[in-house]
């Protein structure tokens, strides 16, 4: 049975580049609970702002019920083949983002679904906020987001 759903996602303008990720955290029944957006700067990967998605949304669910069954929904394949077991973590940045993120909530706790990119538009809006906060060397101010929790 799940208690929460993480959506998560993350990006970078020319990989690597100004990337941001994003998270939410929505109950059964879809209400959005808690969200963020996390600037990462002007350099870094594709790939790391993916996972770097995937801890913020784990952060907040475990903030919201840290006993919680979690079923995340990401459109990137490698976090959620990576994460699910299913694929090895090759890259060194990888391999500790991976070990950061399941060491948030127990894994048994947490499943993984990958959902295609039309299905995670409130988590990509969340992540180009974040990307567009990091070109302009700012924080990402929840207060105007096109997210808002409840």
Not at 46 to 73: C, F, Q, S
Not at 88 to 99: C, F, V, Y
Not at 112 to 119: F, G, H, K, L, Q
Request: aromatic fraction near 4%; glycine fraction near 8%.
């Amino acid at each position: 049975m799940t208690d929460l759903i993480v959506e998560a996602d993350g990006g970078s303008r020319g990989n690597p580049g100004i990337a941001g990720a994003g998270a939410l955290v929505r109950d059964p029944q879809g209400e959005v609970l808690a969200a963020a957006a996390v600037p990462l700067g002007r350099r870094a990967s594709n790939n790391v702002a993916e996972y770097t998605g995937l801890i913020e949304g784990l952060k907040l669910a475990r903030e919201i019920n840290p006993d919680a069954y979690v079923e995340v929904r990401m459109d990137s394949k490698l976090v959620v083949e990576q994460m699910s077991g299913r694929w090895k973590i090759k890259h060194e940045d990888m391999k500790r983002l991976a070990q950061e993120a399941s060491q948030i909530l127990s894994p048994m706790q947490v499943t993984y679904t990958w959902i295609p990119r039309d299905e995670n538009g409130d988590a990509d809006r969340l992540s180009n906020e974040a990307m567009d906060a990091s070109a302009a060397d700012t924080e990402w101010d929840p207060a105007v987001s096109a997210i808002q929790p409840g």
